[in-house]
């Protein structure tokens, strides 16, 4: 892999997506969004805070804080 360009690194990639050898394309893209929307959804995840959960307010007593 040292002598490869980065297309045909990519390319490589590309063709474990295929699945289906009469319809390549489809199947490249089909598995390319999906991987995009895991990626996407697992991103915004992290960063979401949950909601309608009350938080407890005897937490920083129980940390050693507060009164």
Not at 15 to 41: D, G, M, Q, W
Request: proline share 4%.
């Amino acid at each position: 892999m040292r002598w490869m360009y980065l297309v045909e690194r990519y390319m490589k990639i590309l063709k474990v997506y295929t699945k289906n050898l009469h319809h390549p394309e489809a199947s490249i893209v089909e598995r390319y969004i999906a991987e995009k929307a895991i990626e996407f959804c697992s991103e915004y995840i992290k960063k979401a805070k949950p909601v309608g959960l009350p938080e407890s307010r005897h937490d920083e007593r129980v940390g050693g804080k507060g009164e």
